[in-house]
């Protein structure tokens, strides 16, 4: 029986731009290993069971904020995280949601670092 922690979270097929076939495809598919380690250091930062905005992982992991944006709706997807209701004020002075880790995620953060 497969893990669903082993489950890949971004699939390049469904990255592909309609307009650069072939050079979005080349691109998806190289940034495949480069998700998986983002999805890491985000989950990672999440397993201290607060609450955190994009932006509020970002500085902790050292990616970039929208790099994180586009991997929390991933991780929100396969049920890792989970976007609660409670906002904060970010730096440029908007409302941003936050997440939380969720019991699927922090089994995934355990197997994962535990290879």
Not at 11 to 25: I, L
Not at 61 to 71: G, I, K
Request: proline share 3%; glycine share 4%; aromatic share 4%.
């Amino acid at each position: 029986m497969t893990d669903d922690t082993d489950l890949p979270l971004f699939q390049p097929h469904k990255a592909v731009r309609r307009t650069d076939v072939d050079t979005s495809r080349e691109s998806a598919h190289s940034m495949a290993a480069t998700v998986h380690t983002h999805h890491l250091l985000i989950l990672d930062v999440l397993g201290d069971n607060r609450q955190h905005s994009a932006e509020e992982v970002a500085d902790r992991c050292s990616l970039d904020y929208v790099a994180v944006n586009r991997r929390l709706p991933e991780l929100a997807r396969a049920e890792m995280v989970e976007r609660v209701t409670e906002k904060h004020v970010n730096r440029s002075g908007r409302q941003a949601y936050r997440y939380r880790i969720t019991g699927r995620g922090l089994h995934a953060v355990q197997t994962m670092t535990a290879r």
